[in-house]
C-alpha cells in the first residue's frame, strides 16, 4: 500500500477520477484496492494526460508504474493492433512486472495485449505474441532491438514510450541501445522517463530526446527511508562472516538479501549460511536467467529465507517478505547502496537494513552517509546470551504458533504411543521433535565461546609480556570452539591449561597466545596437530599481527 495519501479519504478511486480517467481504468483500480493516487501519480498523471513528455524521479515502490501505466492505457486505441506503448526495463523481472502492471489496470479495457519482451528465452512465442497485435510491449533493451532489426518489431505506431529505472539501465550499460531504439521511434511519441537518481547521463539523456519535459520529483521518498531502519556494524574484515551469522541469528525473521561484491563471494557466504542451517541461495551473473526466477520464487514463497547476490543479479527483486537486506561488502558507490537497501521496505512495509564495514572503509561509509543526508544508526552488537534469549523466544513463538494445526491431534496421540512404546518421557520426545524441526542449524551460541569484540579499537587483546601469539588454520567457519583448541594442546602436546594464554576466533582462522620460547620438539609436535579434524598448521605471527 502506498502511504500519505495527497487527497482525503472518499470514494473508492475518487481520487483518480478527478484525473478523467476512464471508466475502465477506474473499476480495475477500485478492484485493486488503489483509493487514492500517490503522490508520484499525483503529480505525473494530469501532465500525462496532456501528453506532455516528463522526467520523474521516483524510487520503485512510489506507485511509479501505475504513474505512466494509467496514461499510457488511457489513450490506447485498443483497435489499432500495434506497439502504441513501448516500455523499457533493465530487468526481466521488471518486465515482467510492469507487465503485469498493465494487465491488470487495463483488465477491464477490450482487446488490450500486454506482451513482455526480454531475452534469454525463446523468440517464438515473443514473435507470436507480436503477430497477435500486442499494443503495450514490455521489454530489455537488447531483446527489443533484435526484434526490432528482424522486423518483428514495428514501432511506426507507438504513441508513448517509458524509460522505466532509466538509471539502472544505464548503469547497466544500456546507454547505446537504448539510444539506439529511441532513435528509431516516431518523432511525435511521448517520451516517459523515470528514474531512482538522476547521474548526469540520465540528464544528458533527456536533454537530447525529451522537448520540454514536464519534471516531477517525490523527495526520494523520505516514507522510504523512513520505513527502512539504517544501521551500521563496524567489524574486522576477518569477522565479518561470524558477525553475519550472528545478525541473522539475532535478526533474522524473514526473508533477507545479503549483498556481496564478487561472483565467488556469493558462493562462499552462500555456502557458509547453509553450513548454519539457514535455507539460502546464491545469486550472482553466472546464474541461468530460469533459475534466477526460481530462486526469486522460492525467496518470495518462504522456502528461501536468504538470498547472497551481486548487485547486478539483485536488480529488479521485488519481493515483499525481505524485511532485511544486509551489506555484507560495502558498496563502491552510493548510489548502488540506495538500490540494494531499496529491496527491503516494500509496498509500505518497514524495512531493515545492515551496513558491515571494516575500519579501512570508513570513508565509503562518510559517503553514503552524506548522499543520504543522515549518520547510520551504529548497531549494537548483541552478547550470545541475547541471541540465544530471543532464538529461544522466537522457536517458543513458533511451537504456540503451531499449536492448533490440523494435525496436531493425531501428533498428539503419536507422541503417546511412542512414549508408552518405549518408555520414554514426553519432554524427550518434544525435544528431539525440536531438533528435527531445527536441523543442523546450532541452537545455541556457546557462552564460552567469546563474542566477538566488534568495535575496532578493542578488536584483539594485547599479548602478555611473556606470551607469543600463534596463528592456527581452524577457525569458526570449522566450528572449533576455544574448548576444543585447549583440549588439543593439553591432551596431545600436554601444554598445560594455565599456560595457554587468550584465544581469539576467526572466521578461516585463529590465534593462541603461547609461552615464549617453546621448545622445539614441543613446537615439532604442534605442527603435526589437528583439531576438528583439521590440520593447524600453526606458525609464529609477529607480535603486533593477528
Ligand atoms: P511501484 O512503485 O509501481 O512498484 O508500486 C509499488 C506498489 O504500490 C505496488 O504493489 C502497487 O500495486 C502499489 N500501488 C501503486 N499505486 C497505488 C495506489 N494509488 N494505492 C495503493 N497502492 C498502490
Known amino acids: 500500500m502506498i502511504p500519505d495519501p495527497v487527497l482525503p479519504a472518499g470514494e473508492p478511486a475518487a481520487g483518480f477520477a478527478g484525473f478523467g480517467l476512464r471508466d475502465e481504468l477506474l473499476q480495475a483500480l477500485d478492484a485493486s484496492g488503489y483509493r487514492h493516487p500517490s503522490p508520484v501519480q499525483a503529480q505525473a498523471i494530469p501532465l500525462l494526460l496532456q501528453r506532455r513528455d516528463l522526467i520523474a524521479q521516483a524510487q520503485t515502490g512510489t506507485g511509479k508504474t501505475a504513474a505512466f501505466a494509467l496514461p499510457c492505457l488511457h489513450s490506447l486505441d485498443a483497435g489499432q493492433r500495434c506497439c502504441q506503448v513501448l516500455v523499457l526495463t533493465p530487468t526481466r523481472e521488471l518486465a515482467l512486472q510492469v507487465a503485469k502492471s498493465f494487465a491488470r489496470y487495463g483488465e477491464q479495457l477490450p482487446q488490450v495485449r500486454v ?15 507480436l503477430r497477435r497485435g500486442a499494443q503495450v510491449v514490455v521489454g530489455t533493451p537488447g531483446r527489443i532491438m533484435d526484434h526490432m532489426r528482424q522486423g518483428t518489431l514495428n514501432l511506426d505506431g507507438l504513441r508513448g514510450l517509458v524509460l522505466d529505472e532509466a538509471d539502472e539501465m544505464l548503469r547497466m550499460g544500456f546507454i547505446e541501445d537504448v539510444t539506439w531504439i529511441m532513435e528509431r521511434t516516431p518523432p511525435e511519441r511521448q517520451l516517459m522517463l523515470f528514474s531512482a537518481t538522476m547521474p548526469p547521463e540520465v540528464r544528458q539523456l533527456s536533454g537530447r530526446f525529451l522537448q520540454n519535459p514536464a519534471e516531477v520529483t517525490v523527495a526520494t521518498s523520505k516514507a522510504d527511508t523512513q520505513r527502512i531502519r539504517q544501521q ?16 541473522l541469528d539475532m535478526e533474522a525473521s524473514e526473508a533477507t538479501m545479503v549483498f556481496v561484491r564478487t561472483k565467488q563471494a556469493t558462493v562462499e557466504v552462500a555456502t557458509a549460511l547453509d553450513g548454519h ?23 518470495r514463497s518462504g522456502r528461501v529465507d536468504v538470498v547472497v547476490a551481486t548487485d547486478v543479479a539483485a536488480r529488479g527483486i521485488d519481493v515483499e517478505r525481505i524485511a ?13 547502496y540506495v538500490h540494494r537497501i531499496g529491496r527491503t521496505g516494500r509496498a509500505g512495509r ?14 565509503l561509509v562518510q559517503a553514503i552517509e552524506r548522499a ?16 540465544n534469549r530471543r532464538q529461544r523466544q522466537r522457536f517458543k513463538e513458533r511451537i504456540l504458533g503451531a499449536l492448533n494445526g490440523a494435525d496436531v491431534p493425531a501428533f498428539e496421540r503419536l507422541v503417546q504411543e511412542l512414549s508408552a512404546e518405549k518408555g520414554l518421557p514426553v519432554e524427550r520426545i518434544a525435544a528431539a521433535l525440536a531438533q528435527l524441526v531445527q536441523g543442523t542449524k546450532p541452537f545455541a551460541w556457546s557462552a564460552e565461546e567469546p563474542v566477538l569484540s566488534l568495535n575496532p579499537r578493542r578488536q584483539t587483546r594485547p599479548l602478555a609480556a611473556h606470551m607469543e601469539r600463534y596463528r592456527i588454520e581452524v577457525g569458526w567457519k570449522h566450528r572449533v570452539k576455544p574448548g576444543n583448541i585447549v583440549g588439543a594442546l593439553a591432551n596431545q602436546a600436554g601444554i598445560r591449561g594455565q599456560s595457554i594464554g587468550r584465544i581469539h576466533i576467526f572466521d578461516e582462522h585463529s590465534t593462541v597466545d603461547l609461552p615464549k620460547d617453546l621448545p622445539d620438539d614441543l613446537f615439532a609436535t604442534l605442527r603435526t596437530m589437528r583439531v576438528v579434524s583439521k590440520p593447524l598448521r600453526i606458525r609464529k605471527l609477529e607480535t603486533s599481527a593477528v
Open 350 to 363: 518497514q524495512g531493515r537494513a545492515l551496513l558491515l564495514a571494516t575500519p579501512r572503509e570508513r570513508r
Open 232 to 247: 551500521l556494524l563496524m567489524v574486522h574484515a576477518s569477522q565479518k562472516l561470524r558477525a553475519l551469522v550472528q545478525v
Open 115 to 129: 506482451l513482455p519482451i526480454y531475452g534469454g528465452s525463446d523468440f517464438r512465442p515473443q514473435i507470436q505474441g
Open 324 to 336: 532485511m537486506v544486509i551489506n555484507y561488502d560495502v558498496p563502491l558507490d552510493t548510489e548502488a
Open 277 to 299: 542451517g539457514y535455507r539460502c541461495a546464491a545469486l550472482n551473473g553466472d546464474v541461468a536467467q530460469s533459475q534466477r526466477e526460481q530462486v526469486i520464487e522460492r525467496l
Open 372 to 387: 543520504n543526508g543522515q549518520q547510520l544508526e551504529v548497531m549494537e552488537f548483541p552478547d550470545a546470551d541475547t541471541i
